[in-house]
């Protein structure tokens, strides 16, 4: 398998646009988290889904931020409008359960998104 | 609280030491817990897991932890580190009051040097 895939790698906005991250799951997979990872805050749980529903966006912080899955093999998260504080790299996880509550998460290679 | 407490920010260690790492969680119940690597500009790969029997873990690489149930403990260990080790570290744990979510340390970053 090839893992979690995320678009782009990269990303340099300008503020004020909208930004669109995405996310292919490992095939299998039922859970799909989004993370945010900064020097600052560490690596924060946005949101996350149960078979392409979400189960708990208590992380997502402010309503700029929305996510998706629309099915099984794709996901996206979206800031509308970006600012500079979202400057981050946000990565998808997919997750295996491997025993009763306990979820083997694959990161993917995350997105390096800078808002000017 | 904090649930999930990594106690070392960073480990200078010089190459060819051993390594302790050290987690500790808090939870009366009872817990799965994981260890995770992130390499420089890349993303959080599993090292370990403990989910139950045997609570010495194996894990890639040549690292080790012991889950400690008294002590609320889960240490990663290596006896020997090698340049390529150097890398940030993180504990997690899943506890029933967060369901099915993985909740980590702050990260203990590794510095090998030669």
């Known amino acids: 398998d090839a893992g979690v895939i995320q678009s782009p790698r990269h990303e340099v906005t300008e503020m004020g646009q909208e930004v669109t991250l995405r996310c292919k799951p490992i095939s299998g997979h039922d859970y799909l988290f989004w993370y945010r990872q900064t020097m600052m805050r560490g690596l924060e749980l946005l949101i996350y889904?149960?078979?392409?529903?979400?189960?708990?966006d208590s992380g997502m912080p402010e309503d700029r931020f929305s996510a998706k899955m629309p099915n099984a093999s794709f996901s996206t998260l979206k800031i509308q409008p970006s600012e500079p504080r979202d400057s981050a790299v946000y990565f998808c996880a997919s997750s295996l359960k491997v025993a009763d509550r306990a979820y083997e998460q694959y990161f993917g290679p995350g997105t390096r998104l800078t808002v000017t | 609280a904090q649930s999930v407490t990594q106690l070392d920010s960073q480990v200078p260690v010089f190459e060819e030491a051993p390594v302790e790492l050290r987690c500790n969680y808090s939870s009366s119940v009872s817990v799965y817990l994981f260890w995770y690597v992130q390499y420089p500009n890349q993303g959080l790969q599993l090292l370990l897991k403990?989910?139950?029997?045997?609570?010495l873990v194996k894990g890639i690489n040549g690292f080790e932890a012991e889950f400690n149930k008294s002590q609320t403990s889960f240490h990663l260990r290596k006896p020997s580190v090698h340049i390529s080790d150097t890398a940030e570290y993180f504990c997690?744990?899943?506890?029933?009051?967060?369901?099915?979510?993985?909740?980590f340390g702050a990260g203990t970053i590794l510095r090998v040097k030669s």
């Open positions: 889904f149960n078979n392409n529903v979400p189960i708990d």
């Open positions: 403990y989910l139950s029997g045997s609570t």
């Open positions: 997690a744990v899943t506890l029933p009051e967060y369901g099915n979510k993985l909740v």
